[in-house]
Nanobody, 114 residues
């Protein structure tokens, strides 16, 4: 069982940037593609971006052009660079496999003030 730990969240003004990290205790792509997810208060968890071990990426329409997902296989880490942040990006951000998920990590809170 791989443990996932997210970090890098914080409070930022609209238009600002943050870089999130997701560190895995084992082979991060052992269950295939990885994704970043977010859950805002009162809303369902949604996928934000995904990446395969080969580097193929996909993004939700709401973040396309603003967020960039990347990976460092040697470090078993996936990143999410978030630019031009908006108040509606406020949520707890998680990473996990796209399918056959591991247990969810604690997430990292991102708060964007207007």
């Amino acid at each position: 069982q791989v443990q996932l730990v997210e970090s890098g969240g914080g409070l930022v003004q609209a238009g600002g940037s943050l870089r999130l990290s997701c560190a895995a205790s084992g082979s991060i792509f052992s269950r295939g593609a990885m994704g970043w997810y977010r859950q805002a208060p009162g809303k369902q968890r949604e996928v934000v971006a995904t990446i395969t071990s080969g580097g193929i990426t996909n993004y939700a329409g709401s973040v396309k052009g603003r967020f960039t997902i990347s990976r460092d296989i040697a470090k078993n880490t996936v990143y999410l660079q978030m630019n031009s942040l908006k108040p509606e990006d406020t949520a707890v951000y998680y990473c996990n496999a796209v399918s056959n998920k591991w247990d969810w990590g604690p997430g990292t809170q991102v708060t964007v003030s207007s």
